[in-house]
């Protein structure tokens, strides 16, 4: 069964840094692309940011690019998103989601941790 | 990396039909035969219902479909019971390892 635990959220000031993780379980963890996803209180889905299965590939959205890193240690199952600099906007839950093998979308959700950025 | 267009909301008595509409462009939705949909229950993580357009992965009821033409994609739900109301989301990638989403349709069973 696939897993996704996220982890790190919290509440922080704004200017601040946050890193969240996302322990995986239940698949070959190397062998598939990861996302963050967040969503805004009472509002839509944002995509984030993604990583190939090995690492090499990041890809940002405009919204966050400069500001956060996604990573993984694929020895340890684990994806993270190393945020700086944040700002009000960035309050959300994110989500890891994890891709199939083609470039459709996202297959598994983990539950998602709440980021507040508030002074 | 615009949102896709989706209505606000949409509503349907038990057993009716409902379709759900998500208009982009020819850079995502248009462009590649890769939108998927999710359900989302309030506080819940989202739900894959329909991927790559039109298929529904294990699980999902055959109530749930999908379509496109053009730069717009449909979800089309029927049969309609009290559990499928929720909020609806589309996706498409949107080329160089991007997707974007629509803002999201309120289903409301009435």
């Known amino acids: 069964e696939v897993q996704l635990l996220e982890s790190g959220g919290g509440l922080v000031q704004p200017g601040e840094s946050l890193r969240l993780s996302c322990a995986a379980s239940g698949f070959t963890f190397t062998n598939y692309a990861m996302s963050w996803v967040r969503q805004a209180p009472g509002l839509g889905l944002e995509w984030v940011s993604a990583i190939s299965g090995s690492g090499g590939t990041t890809n940002y959205a405009d919204s966050v690019k400069g500001r956060f890193t996604i990573g993984r240690d694929n020895s340890k199952n684990t994806l993270s998103l190393q945020m700086n600099s944040l700002r009000a906007e960035d309050t959300a839950v994110y989500y890891c989601a994890k891709h199939p093998s083609a470039n459709w979308g996202f297959d598994y959700w983990g539950q998602g941790t709440l980021v507040t950025v508030s002074s | 990396q615009s949102a896709l267009t989706q209505p606000a909301s949409v509503s349907g008595s038990p057993g009716q039909s409902i379709t759900i509409s998500c208009t982009g462009t020819s850079s995502d939705v248009g462009g590649y035969n890769l939108v998927s949909w999710y359900q989302q229950h309030p506080d819940k993580a989202p739900k894959l219902m329909i991927y790559?357009?039109?298929k529904r992965p294990s699980g999902v009821s055959n109530r749930f479909s999908g379509s496109k033409s053009g730069n717009t994609a449909s979800l089309t739900i029927s049969g309609l019971q009290a559990d499928d109301e929720a909020n609806y989301y589309c996706?498409?990638?949107?080329?160089?390892?991007?997707?974007?989403f629509g803002g999201g349709t309120k289903l409301t069973v009435l």
């Open positions: 996706c498409s990638y949107a080329g160089s390892s991007t997707w974007v």
């Open positions: 790559e357009g039109t």
